[in-house]
């Protein structure tokens, strides 16, 4: 991971099924699933962050790579893509990353 190279967690590789394909409905985004859904963790320890997102996808495969280190080195995010099945469980994997003590911001 500290090279910037994909790593993956558990299982293998995503095995692609489409990329969150947004359409409109009613005026609203409505998302197809399931689809592949990016997070981004920003935090100040690398490994910390490795961590908590072991933690939060240990039942299930996901990809991790260090997306970016902050010009002083205080902060660094890494980029997150798993298999979403729905909204419901988009919005869970969301909220049990926020709560983490070791990720400052979740996008």
């Given amino acids: 991971m500290r090279d910037g190279k994909s790593r993956t967690i558990k299982s293998g590789r995503i095995a692609r099924q489409g990329v969150a394909t947004l359409v409109k409905k009613?005026?609203?985004?409505v998302m197809e699933y399931p689809c592949d859904w990016v997070y981004t963790v920003i935090g100040?320890?690398?490994d910390a962050l490795h961590k908590a997102v072991e933690d939060v996808f240990r039942q299930r495969s996901c990809s991790v790579v260090l997306s970016r280190t902050s010009a002083a080195g205080t902060y660094c995010s890494l980029r997150v893509e798993a298999e979403v099945f729905s909204d419901d469980d988009r919005t869970d994997l969301f909220e049990r990353l926020s709560i983490r003590d070791d990720i400052k911001i979740v996008l």
């Fill in 26 to 29: 009613n005026g609203k985004p």
């Fill in 44 to 46: 100040t320890d690398r």
